[in-house]
């Protein structure tokens, strides 16, 4: 069995993103689908500081897309949700199921 550490918020958020835009999961595509789903617009640095560190942690994958004339013959780094990505996200949607029925139940006694 693999131990999984829980994701953060914003782990959940970047993993969300990137398995939303499968074949077009890049930078500006990426960050725009994490602006959707969070209601915030994070600066690229952080942006990629996120998705290096789901890589290194073998939550997604990136390979190099092909070159692109509006990007003056440069190419794109492409992201791709990994299985261990797909269980983690899982497992986030597990945990988050439970917070919430727990918050019902604490906000129904304060009631």
Do not use: C, H, W
Request: glycine share 10%.
């Amino acid at each position: 069995m693999v131990v999984m550490r829980e994701l953060t918020l914003y782990e959940t958020i970047f993993l969300l993103a990137v398995s939303g835009l499968p074949g077009n999961a890049y930078g500006v595509t990426i960050r725009a689908e994490v602006a959707r789903i969070s209601g915030r617009m994070i600066p690229y640095g952080t942006l990629y500081s996120y998705l290096d560190q789901l890589f290194r942690k073998g939550l997604v994958a990136k390979a190099l897309g092909g070159p692109t004339s509006e990007r003056g013959g440069r190419s794109k780094i492409l992201y791709e949700i990994t299985p261990a990505g797909v269980a983690a996200l899982k497992e986030a949607a597990r945990i988050q199921k439970t917070v919430n029925l727990s918050l019902e139940r604490f906000l129904k006694a304060e009631a």
